[in-house]
C-alpha cells in the first residue's frame, strides 16, 4: 500500500513539474528567438500580410537602460507603414522606464493620448504626425499612432502610419496588431 501511496505522489509531482513549465527564456535568448522566428501571414489580423522581421536601432533612451536589442517587423496592410516593434530589456523596471520616455520620430511630432484601451498591463496610446517627402520628392504629412504595452521585460509597440489623417494612424489596425503581436510574443517565449 505504501509502494502504491508513493507511486501516486511521485506521478503527482511529475504532473505538477509539466504543468509548471520551463522557465521564461532569458532576455538574450528571447532576444534571439524573436529575431529568428517568422511570423507567419495566418497569425496577422485580417488585412494585413507579409510581415518581414529584422533588427531595429534601439533609441538613446533604450541604449541608456541596457536595452539587450529590438527587433522589427515591418508588416503590409492597408496604411502606409505599419509594424511591430519588440524592444527586449534585461528587466521589467527597465522597459518600463522606456514606456515613460515618449519620443517623436524625426520630423514628427507626437501627443500621449493616454492608456492602450482594453488593457490592463502599462500601456501608453501616441498620436501624432511625420512630415517628410515621398518618392516623388513632394513634402507629406502623414498621421501616426503608436500603441506600446510592457509585457515582463519586453515593450512591445504597434505602429501605424496613414495618409488619410495628419492627425494620427489607422487605431483599429494598430489594436489589431498589438493583440497579434502579444500572441507571438507569448510563442516565442515558450
Known amino acids: 500500500m505504501r509502494r502504491a ?3 501516486a505522489f511521485i506521478a503527482f509531482a511529475v504532473i505538477l513539474a509539466g504543468a509548471a513549465g520551463a522557465a521564461a ?5 528571447l532576444y534571439q528567438r524573436l529575431l529568428i522566428r517568422s511570423f507567419p501571414d495566418s497569425q496577422l489580423p485580417s488585412g494585413f500580410f507579409s510581415a518581414k522581421v529584422g533588427l531595429s536601432k534601439p533609441s538613446k533612451n533604450a541604449t541608456k537602460l ?3 536589442g529590438e527587433v522589427e517587423v515591418d508588416v503590409d496592410g492597408p496604411d502606409v507603414a505599419d509594424a511591430l516593434l519588440y524592444v527586449i530589456f534585461p528587466t521589467r523596471s527597465a522597459a518600463l522606464a522606456d ?3 515618449t519620443q517623436a520620430p524625426p520630423g514628427g511630432k507626437v501627443a500621449v493620448e493616454g492608456k492602450v484601451p482594453g488593457y490592463r498591463i502599462p500601456s501608453q496610446w501616441v498620436v501624432g504626425s511625420v512630415t517628410g517627402n515621398n518618392a516623388f ?3 507629406v504629412t502623414n498621421g501616426i499612432t503608436g500603441l506600446f504595452v510592457v509585457q ?3 515593450l512591445i509597440g504597434a505602429v501605424t502610419v496613414s495618409s488619410d489623417n495628419t492627425d494620427s494612424g489607422n487605431t483599429p489596425g494598430a489594436l489589431a496588431l498589438l493583440k497579434a503581436g502579444l500572441r507571438h510574443l507569448a510563442a516565442a517565449s515558450r
Do not use: D, R
Request: include cysteine; aromatic fraction near 4%.
Open 66 to 68: 541596457h536595452v539587450v
Open 99 to 101: 514606456l515613460k520616455h
Open 152 to 154: 515582463q521585460n519586453v
Open 5 to 7: 501511496v508513493f507511486c
Open 25 to 29: 527564456p532569458s532576455p538574450h535568448a
Open 137 to 139: 520628392g513632394q513634402k
